[in-house]
């Protein structure tokens, strides 16, 4: 079996632990997740199964998209409603107050890791060092909030919210990051992944329906790797360069495809071959394979 397994991964359990289940049930060791989920979010997880692990590496900058709630006046030392409750206030704020904070947090900005993160610094993780009392300085990462809104409000003080984000961004340090704008504290009190790129949460599947399912039911919940990455454009070849290709000979382009040069794009000669990468050589485009993944 080969392809992406869109997962709906439950609270109170790990990406690895997810792993471990997955390969249980598709009687598989070649498994693989394709990006983390905390342990208290639920939601959606892609799992790449078989062949399918060799392309996970592109799933991980693809955008995310999140149901989250935001709980204001009390903050925790995970930034989660798993953490013990550090600081808190009974500072009034109004809802003109809180969308205007919203609203700063959209675009490009700056955030800084959390300690409780797998973020290794010195090659130790953040988390192991956190919960040891230390705290060491983090430097603050550019990420970007594509889209960020206000779903319900109740009384100022907890507020669901949908946001679409890149990679690389901790919804829980958002939340924190908004209480302090506010000029008081905030917790992430509830997360929900809804997407992964491609993968929606109304086409995941639960753990329990895929452990009742035989293997043809399994094998028709894949998606097919090149779906998987979708988000990649495409070029198709002909097939009297299909065997230098596959090969390792690099072949030149029509200059229609000078856009695509050093991006990772799917290649296709009547079924798709694998994953190539447009250069320029002496004034002509030419392409080269990265992942060959025909065969078994």
């Known amino acids: 079996m080969n392809g992406v397994i869109n997962l709906f991964k439950p609270r109170n359990m790990t990406s690895h632990d997810a792993v471990c289940i997955m390969r249980k049930i598709f009687n598989t060791k070649k498994v693989g997740h394709t990006g983390t ?57 109004s809802s003109n107050e809180i969308n205007d904070s919203f609203n700063k947090f959209r675009g490009t900005i700056k955030q800084t890791p959390p300690m409780y993160s797998a973020i290794k610094i010195n090659g130790r993780k953040l988390y192991d060092l956190a919960r040891e009392g230390k705290i060491v300085n983090r430097d603050p990462r550019e990420i970007t909030i594509k889209n960020i809104n206000i779903l319900n409000n109740y009384n100022n003080k907890e507020i669901s919210f949908y946001t679409k984000c890149s990679k690389g961004t901790y919804i829980r340090t958002l939340c924190d990051d908004i209480g302090n704008d506010l000029g008081t504290y905030g917790y992430m009190s509830f997360l929900i992944r809804v997407g992964v790129g491609n993968f929606k949460i109304e086409n995941s599947y639960g753990i329990d329906t895929l452990r009742n399912m035989n293997e043809k039911e399994l094998l028709n919940t894949l998606v097919p790797i090149d779906e998987s990455i979708k988000h990649m454009d495409k070029i198709i070849i002909n097939l009297n360069s299909y065997k230098k290709i596959i090969n390792g000979v690099s072949i030149e382009v029509d200059e229609k495809y000078k856009d695509l040069i050093n991006k990772n794009i799917r290649v296709y000669c009547d079924k798709f071959i694998g994953i190539g990468k447009i250069s320029k050589y002496s004034n002509k485009l030419v392409l080269k394979m990265k992942k060959n993944l025909i065969g078994d």
């Open 37 to 93: 989920l905390d342990p208290n979010a639920t939601g959606v997880l892609p799992i790449c199964i078989g062949k399918a692990t060799r392309i996970s590496e592109y799933l991980l900058d693809v955008d995310k998209e999140y149901i989250g709630e935001l709980t204001l006046n009390y903050a925790t030392d995970t930034q989660d409603s798993d953490g013990k409750v550090i600081n808190s206030t009974i500072k009034q704020v």
